[in-house]
């Protein structure tokens, strides 16, 4: 028998100061059996990071085809394809071939290694933003998770900064490929 998918509650409250967006977004996101709670703190903030307003959550690990989030058009094309993790550059060139952009949220402990394999495969794709977040960031706020989610994140010239209850962090967004989207 399947494990089901952990369904937690999201309010998340973003100020993109560079990018000029204020909104609050509440929603349920699926964790499935086989996330880890770090990769779904990166979903979380790329959603915060890349959100445009009809950005949604994909199936995820669930389906392999699908980004972690998406934007489509109306006519069903995809405008924004996201990842977060390390995925191959197999994959994300191919996202890169029917997307019309796509950003990944690169995190993970290896995260150098992946710099050093596919940065170089990736280096021509002029509609890819791939961004690297510090993954002991993502841990400490892995390790406070809990199934309601109340965060507040301002990005502001590179640094993004989080508050959840009585907790306020921040880290660098290290850019790695395109321009911080505008």
Same mark, same amino acid.
């Given at each position: 028998?399947?494990?089901?998918?952990?369904?937690?509650?999201?309010?998340?409250?973003?100020?993109?100061?560079?990018?000029?967006?204020?909104?609050?977004?509440?929603?349920?996101?699926?964790?499935?059996?086989?996330?880890?709670?770090?990769?779904?703190? !990166?979903?979380?903030?790329?959603?915060?990071?890349?959100?445009?307003?009809? @950005?949604?959550? +994909?199936?995820?690990? #669930?389906? *392999?085809?699908?980004?972690?989030?998406?934007?489509?058009?109306?006519?069903?094309?995809?405008?924004?394809?996201?990842?977060?993790?390390?995925?191959?550059?197999?994959?994300?060139?191919?996202?890169?071939?029917?997307?019309?952009?796509?950003?990944?949220?690169?995190?993970?402990?290896?995260?150098?290694?992946?710099?050093?394999?596919?940065?170089?495969?990736?280096?021509?794709?002029?509609?890819?933003?791939?961004? !690297?977040?510090?993954?002991?960031?993502?841990?400490?706020?892995?390790?406070? @998770?809990?199934? +309601?989610?109340?965060? #507040?994140? *301002?990005?502001?010239?590179?640094?993004?900064?989080?508050?959840?209850?009585?907790?306020?962090?921040?880290?660098?967004?290290?850019?790695?490929?395109?321009?911080?989207?505008?």
């Amino acid at each position: 028998m399947a494990l089901p998918s952990t369904i937690y509650r999201l309010q998340l409250q973003i100020s993109n100061v560079d990018r000029g967006i204020y909104e609050t977004i509440q929603t349920a996101v699926a964790r499935h059996p086989s996330e880890t709670e770090e990769r779904l703190v !990166a979903r979380l903030l790329a959603a915060a990071l890349f959100y445009e307003p009809e @950005l949604t959550f +994909t199936k995820g690990l #669930s389906a *392999t085809d699908e980004p972690d989030l998406w934007l489509k058009g109306g006519d069903g094309t995809v405008l924004l394809w996201v990842e977060v993790g390390l995925p191959v550059s197999d994959r994300v060139i191919k996202a890169c071939r029917h997307a019309e952009k796509v950003a990944l949220l690169t995190c993970g402990k290896a995260a150098s290694i992946w710099d050093q394999q596919h940065l170089p495969k990736l280096h021509k794709m002029n509609n890819l933003l791939v961004i !690297a977040v510090d993954q002991e960031f993502i841990g400490g706020l892995a390790s406070q @998770l809990a199934r +309601t989610i109340d965060w #507040s994140v *301002t990005i502001t010239e590179g640094i993004l900064y989080l508050t959840t209850g009585t907790l306020t962090c921040q880290t660098a967004l290290y850019l790695k490929q395109g321009t911080f989207p505008h």
